[in-house]
């Protein structure tokens, strides 16, 4: 059969989220502990730091973000001695648009998806849809990572496809 770990004992994990790169702390963010029990959150304070009562000795998927910032899920196993752990986030960008058919026409329902390298996957599912649908006016905002990626929109069996190419921490492009 299969066993549940439960954990150990409780312990006080704490740490301070911090923007990267450059390390600003960052107040006001979610910390996020997940695991197969379940979900425990946290809210940084002023000064970027949180703090969080979780199970010791089992294994956690460990991810924090803010409004315009996002981290990457990493693995925690606290113990007695292991309670401390420093967060980074990266700084997100914006990707507006609108679905438009080859008449220039705007496609209400469209489904729009953002992808992206494989690597950056994990953080973006994690921390946000990757997709959404075009209101009435074909109109659509997204939230991403910094870089190159392709926005797809889907309506039926029509598609379209638009790169965007060196999108920058905090933008927003159209």
């Avoid at 797809?152 to 496809?161: D, E, F, P, S, T």
């Amino acid at each position: 059969g299969i066993k549940m770990r439960t954990g150990g004992p409780p312990v006080t994990v704490t740490g301070v989220v911090r923007l990267a790169p450059g390390g600003t702390p960052v107040a006001d963010a979610e910390v996020a502990f997940m695991s197969d029990s379940g979900e425990n959150t946290a809210i940084s304070d002023g000064s970027g730091r949180y703090e969080i009562r979780i199970a010791s000795g089992i294994r956690w998927k460990v991810h924090a973000r803010s409004e315009k910032a996002v981290g990457y899920p990493e693995t925690f196993e606290p113990s007695k001695d292991n309670t401390t752990r420093d967060l980074d986030i990266h700084p997100t960008s914006i990707v507006k648009g609108r679905v438009i058919d080859v008449r220039g026409a705007a496609v209400a329902g469209a489904t729009v998806a953002i992808e992206v390298p494989a690597a950056d996957r994990g953080l973006l599912e994690a921390s946000m849809p990757l997709s959404t649908i075009a209101d009435a006016g074909g109109r659509f905002e997204l939230v991403s990572v910094p870089g190159d990626l392709k926005v797809r929109g889907l309506l039926g069996l029509a598609q379209g496809v638009a790169v965007v190419t060196a999108l920058a921490p905090g933008d927003q492009v159209e």
